[in-house]
């Protein structure tokens, strides 16, 4: 009975030792024209590890101007257990041309796949899904898009993705319908102040896309979007301390929301390697990884005469 206690603790001790040593290399972009988005992600990723309490060793490498090759080369390890990052598109190509060997959460989505490396993103696509969804719940039929004048490039992939996910016709005007029946939307897409400065806007069937909100500042009433949930619910405090550390825009708000989604990702991967699917309520949207696939869903809202918010 003493032998087995004694192997017993050995082996708790041999875990806890090993568990201590685990490492977790993450690569952002430090400097360059990435390097704002890179720290607001390296924010909302810290404060989510510090609120776990998590033991694991982070190293965090500059990948401005760096071969992504040579940084797995040079700062891969036998405690390395996972990969974060990069952020840029063409880096993350260039690591899916590195195949590394152990599991990578790359923070950008490309069309190359590898089946240990999962490509996780505030997509156009994860928002265009999540609005038909609001769509097909209203049964919308016919959807007018009116868009902001000079700055329709903004939004070229948002509407591609809509035309896949949606079954009815896109029809682009140059001005606010006068009239829209029970099947019918309009797609506002813009800044906040152009938003704001349409006139005879209906009070239903309006929706936006996140770009066109800014902290205080107003939205159309009935206008409905779809958002990082973190950003209008208090419902994740590392977030909240996040944002208070280094107050930003909302777009560096959604990376920070991001990052703590990245990191709730990890740990679930560091306690469970084998897992096969994880889901979650993120502070980006509802998370689900399935078959080495990640969907975001974000979560949507509606503008109310009182406040905003979110749809059932």
Request: proline residues 6%; positive net charge.
């Amino acid at each position: 009975m003493l032998n087995n206690k004694k192997i017993l603790m050995g082996f708790m001790l041999y875990c806890i030792f090993n568990h201590a040593q685990a490492e977790v290399l993450v690569i952002l972009p430090e400097s360059g024209p990435l390097a704002r988005a890179g720290l607001s992600i390296k924010q909302g990723f810290m404060s989510a590890y510090q609120a776990s309490g998590s033991k694991t060793a982070l190293k965090f490498v500059n990948s401005d101007k760096k071969k992504i090759a040579q940084l797995l080369k040079q700062y891969v390890n036998k405690k390395t257990q996972m990969v974060v990052g990069p952020l840029a598109r063409n880096e993350v190509e260039d690591l899916i041309r590195a195949r590394p060997k152990l599991q990578v959460l790359a923070l950008n989505e490309v069309s190359p796949q590898l089946p240990n490396v999962w490509q996780f993103s505030l997509s156009k696509t994860d928002d265009a899904y999540a609005l038909n969804q609001v769509l097909q719940q209203e049964q919308i039929k016919e959807l007018y898009i009116l868009r902001q004048k000079n700055a329709e490039v903004d939004n070229e992939l948002f509407l591609m993705a809509l035309l896949t996910e949606g079954d009815y016709p896109l029809n682009m005007v140059d001005q606010v319908p006068q009239t829209l029946n029970k099947h019918s939307g309009l797609l506002l897409l813009g800044s906040n102040e152009w938003l704001n400065s349409l006139e005879h806007l209906p009070r239903k069937h309006i929706y936006t896309l996140p770009n066109a909100i800014e902290e205080r500042q107003v939205l159309p009433q009935g206008v409905k979007f779809c958002d990082a949930p973190a950003l209008y619910r208090l419902a994740w405090p590392d977030v909240i301390q996040a944002y208070q550390q280094n107050p930003v825009s909302m777009p560096y708000q959604r990376l920070l929301a991001f990052g703590g989604d990245a990191w709730h990702i990890i740990m679930q991967y560091l306690e469970q390697p084998n897992v096969k699917s994880i889901e979650f309520q993120g502070r980006s949207g509802m998370v689900q990884i399935s078959q080495n696939q990640i969907r975001r869903i974000p979560q949507c809202f509606e503008n109310t005469r009182n406040k905003i918010r979110p749809l059932s």
